[in-house]
Nanobody
């Protein structure tokens, strides 16, 4: 299984970005019917933190730091999960990673993408 995260970039505070996590290299027709996808981020000098997750049945969860600003969604036919990030703040600056596993209790033993850099700065 390979996960390709994309969509990062430079954005001003208050702006928006949409990240994508595309899954490939699996044998089932609809990968997202079986796997949860989570978005994590790691800022310089800080530990990695989870921001959001969508379960195989479509349940979503968010960290308090991003609740009401970030929205996770998916397109099962495209095997792609999105993270819509609105009202971005400088503290959202980080490398964002997506991960896939059997549930939203994701850890290092699950599948991870390579990361995409989000920089929020004026």
């Amino acid at each position: 299984v390979q996960l390709q995260a994309s969509g990062g970039g430079l954005v001003q505070p208050g702006g928006s970005l949409r990240l994508s996590c595309a899954a490939s290299g699996f044998s089932v027709e609809y990968f997202l019917d079986y796997y949860a996808i989570g978005w994590f981020r790691q800022a310089p000098g800080k530990e990695r933190e989870g921001t959001s997750c969508i379960s195989p049945v479509g349940n979503t969860g968010y960290a308090d730091s991003v609740k009401d600003r970030f929205t996770i969604s998916r397109d099962n036919a495209k095997n792609t999960v999105y993270l819509q990030m609105n009202r971005l703040k400088p503290e959202d600056t980080a490398v964002y990673y997506c991960a896939a596993g059997s549930s939203c209790n994701l850890n290092e033993n699950d599948y991870w993408g390579q990361g995409t850099l989000v920089t929020v700065s004026s």
